[in-house]
């Protein structure tokens, strides 16, 4: 790791101020930054620790659920309110990382995490992402994790979040402070970025923006709502797919319903398609197994990839299936 | 034929340096981190005070440190291991503030005013924790290199209460992995201790 100096920082303002400046870097709970700082693929000049400066309350607010950036990810998917009301939430954190590495990792860190694509953690490979201008190892290499949609020919990388497939499916805003303005809100689907001919950004935070909480509109969805994570061992591994499925039903008629994936693109990847679908049909396997081929059409496998197109359109199908026994 | 020959002034070069070689200080590691330690400049140097097994440590360290390396290297508590040093088997497992954590992804500077337990906390009074106890009567190990972690995962595990099923344990005690596969001593571990 490369020497650095540590700063606590005590205010939002403080951390925004000088986020903006080169070679600063915001930590909180580290669980990603500091395995990045150990392989010298982050190399901060200074490091800013924001974890006094940052909420770390959940509450309720008039249109639905505000989590404070510096909520633990174990605290969050334990919490009553989001168990009860928004159990997509707490089944998707539940399914990532290890109890430990939850009881560390913050909400605001979550979003920010970096893709797992070894080419991307392998210093003397080349990767756009980290090195902008060598190239994409993963397009003709080993692809097998890599995205089957919305990837360019500069990088294939996948993100790596399940948190953040739930929220995409929930349409949460991301709240975020800056230097020059209050509160900037940027609705989810709008944060992270697809890679393009810029790889090396993940997301549309700005440069001073500090992450301070994410909101979650109140939602019907709660009843029926699953998450299905397909990964290479049972417990403790990134997705191969991932699928946040909820439905909003009047008897058996779907009103309205949501379907996001991970393991499959640059950013978490809503099925908008099927979700128009699945609106005003009945609640039926046969309906789900149409949706599912709805979304599957979308997918464009790389070389060693391709296994995980039937595996997503069964994991579409079980996901809408488990939702009507949530 | 050429004929191979040292010269005087390459005999003596090369034997004075040999000779000044052997006189460097049985010490050298000593001599290299005193160097070291010199180098890193004093604003890459942190103060931190840190509750360790209920004892108060206050230390000056280079702000790199992890909180695995500062219990190992500065308060030489060594039962924490050092396993992949990447987040990814478990075996820094401690407690920060009675939560289980790692300590090999925490950075000791941020440890300031927060209370640690490691292994070497558990056992009270001369007597050993139930989950050590647990441990040696289940089998609960082999080699032991990952017991330290295993444990402190564990009692964490009972203190959740996510230990209502063979399934909930395996997939609570997921992030501490164990190369001799000793998994069902310790599952059988933490069965019994819960079931106190």
Redesign the interface.
């Known amino acids: 790791?490369r020497?650095?100096?540590?700063q606590?920082i005590q205010s939002l303002d403080q951390a925004s101020a000088r986020k903006a400046n080169d070679g600063h870097q915001c930590?909180a709970g580290?669980?990603n930054l500091?395995?990045l700082m150990?392989k010298n693929i982050t190399v901060p000049e200074v490091?800013l620790?924001i974890?006094k400066a940052l909420p770390d309350q959940i509450e309720t607010t008039a249109k639905g659920i505000r989590i404070g950036a510096m909520v633990r990810n174990?605290a969050a998917a334990n919490h009553d309110l989001i168990r009860s009301k928004f159990p997509l939430v707490s089944k998707a954190l539940l399914a990532g990382?290890?109890?430990?590495?939850r009881?560390?990792a913050s909400i605001g860190g979550n979003l920010l995490q970096r893709t797992r694509c070894p080419y991307f953690y392998d210093t003397t490979l080349p990767c756009n992402k980290r090195n902008p201008g060598t190239g994409c190892g993963a397009i003709d290499g080993e692809n097998r994790m890599s995205a089957i949609v919305g990837y360019s020919t500069e990088c294939v990388a996948v993100h790596p979040s399940d948190l953040c497939i739930a929220l995409a499916a929930l349409d949460a805003n991301v709240i975020i402070r800056t230097t020059d303005k209050k509160e900037t809100i940027i609705p989810f689907k709008d944060f992270h970025r697809l890679p393009g001919e810029t790889p090396e950004q993940d997301n549309n935070l700005p440069v001073s923006g500090i992450i301070t909480a994410v909101d979650i509109p109140s939602n019907q969805f709660f009843k029926n709502a699953a998450y299905v994570k397909l990964r290479d061992r049972?417990?403790?591994a990134f997705a191969l797919i991932s699928v946040a499925a909820a439905l909003e039903l009047n008897g058996n008629k779907i009103v309205q319903a949501r379907l996001a994936s991970g393991g499959v693109a640059h950013k978490p990847w809503r099925w908008y398609e099927a979700e128009a679908f699945l609106k005003g049909k009945n609640a039926t396997l046969e309906t789900f197994q149409k949706a599912a081929a709805i979304v599957v059409k979308e997918t464009k496998p790389l070389s060693n990839n391709a296994f995980k197109v039937p595996m997503l359109k069964g994991a579409v199908e079980v996901a809408l299936q488990n939702c009507l026994n949530a | 034929m050429e004929k191979q020959t040292i010269s005087r002034r390459f005999f003596l070069f090369t034997s004075s340096m040999a000779a000044s070689l052997a006189f460097i200080p049985a010490g050298v590691k000593a001599f290299y981190n005193n160097v070291k330690r010199a180098i890193v400049r004093s604003k890459e140097k942190e103060t931190v005070s840190i509750i360790v097994n209920k004892q108060k440590h206050t230390l000056s360290v280079d702000s790199r440190t992890t909180l695995l390396d500062l219990l190992r290297e500065e308060l030489h508590l060594t039962g924490s291991k050092k396993g992949c040093d990447h987040g990814q088997c478990g075996a820094c497992t401690v407690h920060i503030d009675g939560q289980r954590a790692l300590s090999c992804l925490s950075l000791a500077v941020m440890m300031e005013g927060h209370e640690i337990t490691t292994i070497e906390g558990l056992a009270q009074d001369g007597k050993l924790h139930p989950m050590q106890q647990a441990f040696l009567e289940c089998d609960g190990f082999q080699c032991g290199y990952c017991t330290p972690g295993q444990i402190m995962s564990a009692v964490a595990c009972v203190n959740e209460g996510r230990t209502g099923s063979v399934a909930e344990i395996k997939e609570f005690m997921s992030g501490n992995l164990c190369r001799c596969g000793a998994y069902n001593g310790i599952v059988e571990s933490i069965q019994k201790v819960a079931a106190r």
Not at chain 1, 3 to 6: E, L, N, Q, R
């Open positions: 790791m020497p650095f100096t540590f606590r930590i580290g669980t500091l395995d150990k490091l620790d974890t174990s990382a290890s109890p430990q590495i009881n560390m049972e417990s403790y």
